[in-house]
């Protein structure tokens, strides 16, 4: 009994070290896996950007005045717009957002001095490329707000104006509105996914198409040991990908950790779990490593991308897509991801996110246990 | 002595029988081929003795254990090397050999006293540091059967072993079933080649999920007057009613 046990556990030491071998023979792929949280970052971080900056600005002004200069003067001292040209005809300024060579126009109606009346409405047009609705969206919204304010110091003192109601808009935990508070914790689900889901099916089914697979089941070894030994690298791999993201983001894009670091490595570990499951879940329903590439990319990635509220926000789908969404293991990691590192909230308030992906793990696990031996049977 | 028994052994997925009351024996360090068309149930019918799938009814016993209620002790007594040539392309071949052997228990020591015995027999020193990827065909069939047999199974199960070798090499490859019968392993053997079926001393045909006719290649040429065994298969062949 007891020589039984000693040589269980130095096959799996034997299996994981092949296992092991496996991954640092294919320096390629090694590299890729090592990569793409690096890539992922940079790109979220610093390419794409949902973020608006140095939005060129055209002024059409046929009679300048004292207010609508002070209205130009703050609208373009602020940094999310840049003057791009003053223009002396609604033609030419329609040639201009044609062209792309503004992407707003601020338009001032040709009128008497006093335009801007005491109850303050200010005759003022805002002109926007929206061809890009989202971004367009956003900075008529900067806009507006700029120039309300800014009328609003025109109109003079709040005893005239007494009925006018000023809400203080205060934002929590991202007071800078920046996305990589968002983007950081959904980029760590997606390189997680894609890690453990996708490279540990794809080396398991890899085993199944040169048939060593076999040669593993006809020998006395316990599967467990051999999946269990495919597990370990992975681990290892997720363990150096997640050090890489939190470093990324700490000392490149400045986003705190501003919660417990041990929980937040806990829950990330536990992710693992459920996605190292989906990757035996997926290599014990398909046959080549082709079909376990596109189910792990197709089906797995791209909800991932898409509903995990990483790009676009949850609550604005349709009551089916939110649904699905909640089948989707990376949206609880992300959700619990965001509370813990940007909310600094205790694990208390992760209960539910834990426990969801906890229930996921153990289903997957069995299901993938039952089929495993459905096959044997 | 007999290494398997099968008795009665049935498989059925459903309502097909793949296997269908099969009942025969298989002596101990004979070389015994395993035929029968394809859809024949032979597969299934090696998977079963192998310890891989369950039989419906029937029992088989092998290498002295019951396949149905003892595969983990069936499992330690056999080496089994399938159609598919499968040692691990990018582990070396002495990598190949310690993991291998290292599964059926063997202590290291012995392992690669073992293993430098092999790659001198097979002439091969040069090799153990080679990735197997850089191997030709012919070497990586002979290298996977001299792992399949490493640790000495009782039995050795090959599942078409030489499917898409030259002659010459499939030649050689003989060569070294029967160097491993001398050693008193048991070879059972599928096989497409019906030259190849010259070579056992007693062979199986399959038909339609039983075990149609057992003898001596010599015996069952003489039983249906053929001048080979390909006649042999062909007359059986034809009474198939599966495709």
Redesign the interface.
């Known amino acids: 009994m007891n020589e039984k046990t000693t040589s269980g556990a130095s096959l799996f030491g034997a299996f994981t070290h092949k296992e092991i071998r496996h991954i640092l023979r294919d320096r390629r792929t090694l590299l890729i896996l090592l990569g793409i949280p690096v890539i992922q970052i940079v790109l979220f971080g610093f390419a794409i950007t949902t973020e608006v900056r140095d939005v060129r600005v055209g002024i059409l002004d046929p009679t300048p005045d004292v207010a609508t200069r002070h209205i130009t003067d703050r609208l373009l001292a602020n940094d999310y717009f840049t003057f791009a040209g003053l223009f002396s005809s609604p033609a030419a300024v329609e040639r201009s957002l044609r062209r792309g060579e503004i992407e707003m126009a601020l338009v001032f109606a040709p009128s008497s001095p006093g335009r801007i009346t005491r109850d303050g409405t200010v005759p003022v047009q805002l002109i926007a490329d929206a061809s890009d609705p989202n971004t367009a969206a956003l900075f008529t919204g900067y806009a507006t707000n700029i120039i309300t304010a800014a009328a609003g110091e025109l109109a003079g003192t709040p005893e005239e104006s007494p009925a006018r109601l000023l809400p203080e808009m205060r934002l929590l935990y991202n007071p800078a509105m920046r996305a990589a508070y968002n983007f950081v914790p959904g980029v760590m689900g997606l390189v997680l996914m894609l890690i453990c889901a996708m490279m540990t099916s794809i080396s398991i089914v890899r085993e199944k198409e040169s048939g060593t697979l076999e040669l593993l089941l006809v020998s006395p070894v316990r599967p467990f040991v051999i999946i269990a030994a495919k597990i370990v690298p992975y681990l290892i791999l997720s363990g150096i990908n997640i050090a890489t993201i939190l470093l990324l983001s700490v000392y490149v894009l400045d986003v705190p950790v501003v919660g417990s670091l041990f929980w937040l490595v806990l829950v990330s570990l536990l992710f693992v779990l459920v996605s190292l499951s989906i990757g035996i879940f997926v290599s014990s329903i398909v046959r080549s490593q082709v079909a376990a590439m596109l189910i792990s990319g197709m089906v797995l990635m791209m909800p991932v991308v898409l509903l995990s509220g990483l790009l676009f926000p949850v609550e604005n789908m349709p009551i089916l897509l939110r649904w699905t969404s909640h089948l989707i293991p990376a949206k609880w990691y992300i959700a619990a991801m965001k509370k813990i590192m940007i909310e600094g909230a205790p694990v208390l308030y992760i209960l539910r996110e834990i426990l969801v992906l906890v229930g996921m793990g153990i289903l997957l696990l069995l299901v993938s246990w039952k089929k495993f031996n459905d096959r044997i049977a | 002595m007999n290494v398997i028994t099968t008795e009665l052994l049935t498989k059925r997925f459903g309502t097909f029988t793949a296997v269908d009351r099969v009942t025969f024996e298989v002596r101990r360090g004979e070389i015994f081929g395993f035929l029968g068309a394809n859809g024949a149930g032979k597969t299934t019918a090696m998977r079963i003795l192998?310890?891989?799938?369950?039989p419906t009814s029937g029992k088989a016993i092998v290498a002295g254990h019951d396949v149905a209620t003892h595969p983990?002790h069936v499992?330690?007594h056999?080496g089994?090397?399938?159609?598919?040539?499968?040692?691990?392309?990018?582990?070396k071949v002495w990598?190949n050999i310690?993991?291998?052997a290292?599964?059926?228990?063997m202590r290291p020591a012995e392992i690669k006293a073992k293993s430098a015995i092999l790659l001198r027999q097979l002439e091969f020193e040069d090799g153990r540091d080679k990735?197997v990827r850089s191997l030709p065909l012919g070497w990586k069939q002979k290298l996977a059967f001299s792992v399949a047999v490493f640790h000495e199974p009782r039995i050795v199960?090959l599942d078409e072993p030489t499917g898409g070798v030259d002659p010459v090499t499939r030649r050689q490859f003989w060569e070294l079933i029967y160097q491993v019968a001398d050693r008193g392993i048991t070879v059972f053997v599928t096989t497409h080649y019906m030259d190849e079926a010259e070579y056992c001393d007693r062979v199986s045909i399959m038909v339609d999920g039983r075990v149609e006719v057992l003898d001596s290649p010599e015996q069952l040429k003489k039983r249906f007057r053929a001048t080979s065994m390909e006649e042999v298969f062909r007359h059986l062949a034809r009474g198939t009613t599966r495709s």
């Open positions: 192998c310890g891989l799938s369950k983990d499992k330690r056999i089994y090397m399938s159609q598919k040539f499968s040692l691990y392309e990018d582990l990598e310690r993991l291998y290292g599964i059926y228990g990735l199960f």
